[in-house]
């Protein structure tokens, strides 16, 4: 257990729909990533948020957003929902005081668009 | 885009050979980490290599950080059936944002 809660475990939705995925870090953690796991895309990092601010965009598209709220959680909002768009997400958590800091990857969210 | 190629994208060996596994890349990182991620898990870090011509050993693994820091290896001695996994090499940025390879998916045959 790496401490990083992501909820649901799996989601299925259709295409054209908006879903939220939630996060919520290791205590003491500040910083959170997104990332996407597809089979023919392999893990991609989406976008980082540093103590409620946005730190780094990877490859995020449009339709997709995310947040970090003061209690450190943080949400990722994906809409326009696409068949392509069914993936792993995982969310990983770091204290990131210094560049080399380990990311904690929690168990990820299954979204399946049909 | 930072690209990192690993190969074999498949291994399937009996418990109790050796293998090796490599990450190529183009590009330059300040550090290079290995993680092996289980079906349903997130990955999980097994090394961190910071220099250049680093060998890092982990029980029977051992990690080796290429001397222009753009390659990594990873080699397993006498494999078991726990050693089954997914494992990913991933490049790390300045911004510790992580760029992940293509992954080597490792079975090991009892």
């Known amino acids: 257990d790496s401490g990083v809660t992501q909820t649901p475990k799996h989601l299925i939705t259709a295409t054209g729909q908006r879903v939220t995925l939630r996060c919520s870090p290791r205590?003491?953690?500040?910083?959170v990533y997104w990332y996407q796991q597809s089979l023919d895309q392999g893990l991609q990092f989406l976008i980082q948020?540093?103590?409620?601010?946005?730190?780094a965009k990877g490859n995020i598209l449009e339709r997709f957003s995310a947040q970090q709220f003061p209690d450190l959680h943080s949400e990722l909002n994906l809409s326009s929902l696409e068949l392509g768009d069914s993936a792993l997400y995982f969310c990983?958590?770091?204290?990131?005081?210094?560049?080399?800091?380990?990311?904690?990857f929690g168990p990820g969210t299954r979204l399946t668009v049909l | 885009t930072q690209l990192l190629e690993q190969s074999p994208q498949f291994l399937s060996i009996q418990e109790g050979e050796n293998l090796t596994v490599y990450c190529n890349s183009s590009?330059?990182?300040?550090?290079l980490q290995w993680y092996r991620q289980e079906p349903g898990e997130g990955p999980v870090l097994l090394v961190t290599?910071?220099?250049?011509?680093e060998v890092k050993k982990l029980k029977r693994l051992t990690f080796q950080f290429g001397d222009a820091r753009k390659d990594s290896s990873l080699h397993i001695t006498a494999a078991q059936p726990g050693d089954t996994g997914l494992y990913l090499c991933?490049?790390?940025?300045?911004?510790?944002?992580?760029?992940f390879g293509t992954g080597t998916r490792l079975t090991v045959i009892p």
């Open positions: 948020y540093y103590n409620g601010e946005e730190r």
């Open positions: 990983a958590s770091s204290a990131y005081r210094t560049y080399t800091d380990t990311q904690y």
């Open positions: 205590s003491g953690d500040l910083s």
């Open positions: 991933a490049g790390l940025t300045g911004a510790n944002n992580l760029f």
């Open positions: 590009s330059v990182f300040s550090s």
């Open positions: 290599v910071v220099t250049g011509g």
